[in-house]
């Protein structure tokens, strides 16, 4: 009768296994297999290095402290903010959605001069850095744009990366690979901006000890994009 027969208890679920962090010497390996020279490397100036920089002395020319305190002394805001979009929208660092929202939320006229203002103090501002970062992204939120990749493009930039620029899936997972926590939260916040920078030190040391010399934290976020992508076999592929 069916009575006799095992039923295979239906809530066995089989979930493919979690995938072990990975070993930050196995991506350091990776790395100079894809670029042979690593960061001497002429592919990698080209794919990760060139264009940020290009942008880091755009920025520089258009926002530094003198032309930006005119902009603001002028209240040419709008200028300001045209100049935020463009400089955002040429590159990819920042998912094209997240470019939409904040650029949308430029759009609103009431938004202009505050956020003129908050990027200045961000950039340029004699406060402590927990203060200014924390009003930019509260600004940010009220534009409906406070995403981790527009909340710390500007001043990765402007220090030529010194300020570490995140994208939260590829830092977990290179924080994960030294056994490091980010702390993180999906909302842009001090606690996990201040961790970020710990991870970005961490890394550069880790990799002038394996003989690498990254010229600068542009080089070492390059790095780390690249690395992680590399070990996913996702790198240079669309949609990844």
Same mark, same amino acid.
């Given at each position: ?155 990765? @930039?402007?220090?030529? !990366? #010194? ?6 899936? &590829? ?5 994960? =690979?030294? %056994? ?26 880790? @990799?002038?000890?394996? !003989? #690498? ?6 080089? &070492? ?5 690249? =690395?992680? %992508? ?11």
């Amino acid at each position: 009768s069916a009575k006799g027969k095992s039923r295979t208890p239906r809530f066995k679920v089989q979930h493919p296994p979690k995938q072990p962090p990975l070993d930050f010497n196995y991506l350091v390996e990776g790395f100079v297999r894809f670029f042979d020279s690593g960061f001497e490397s002429e592919d990698f100036d080209k794919k990760e290095r060139c264009y940020k920089e290009e942008k880091a002395r755009e920025l520089k020319d258009k926002l530094g402290k003198e032309i930006f305190d005119n902009l603001l002394r002028d209240g040419r805001y709008v200028e300001v903010c045209d100049i935020a979009k463009s400089i955002l929208r040429s590159t990819n660092l920042a998912h094209r959605m997240e470019q939409i929202k904040f650029v949308d939320g430029l759009k609103i006229d009431t938004n202009q001069e505050p956020f003129a203002n908050a990027l200045y103090d961000l950039l340029h501002g004699s406060g402590k850095m927990e203060q200014r970062f924390t009003n930019f992204c509260d600004l940010l939120s009220k534009m409906e744009a406070n995403k981790w990749p527009v909340a710390t493009y500007y001043q990765f @930039l402007m220090t030529d !990366g #010194q300020c570490m620029f995140m994208k939260p899936r &590829v830092m977990q997972e290179m924080a994960e =690979s030294l %056994k490091m926590s980010l702390e993180y939260k999906p909302e842009p916040n001090w606690g996990t901006y201040f961790k970020l920078q710990e991870l970005a030190k961490r890394v550069k040391s880790e @990799l002038q000890e394996r !003989g #690498q010399k990254p010229r600068s934290g542009i080089d &070492v976020q390059g790095f780390i994009w690249a =690395s992680i %992508k590399i070990a996913h076999d996702t790198y240079g592929k669309k949609g990844s």
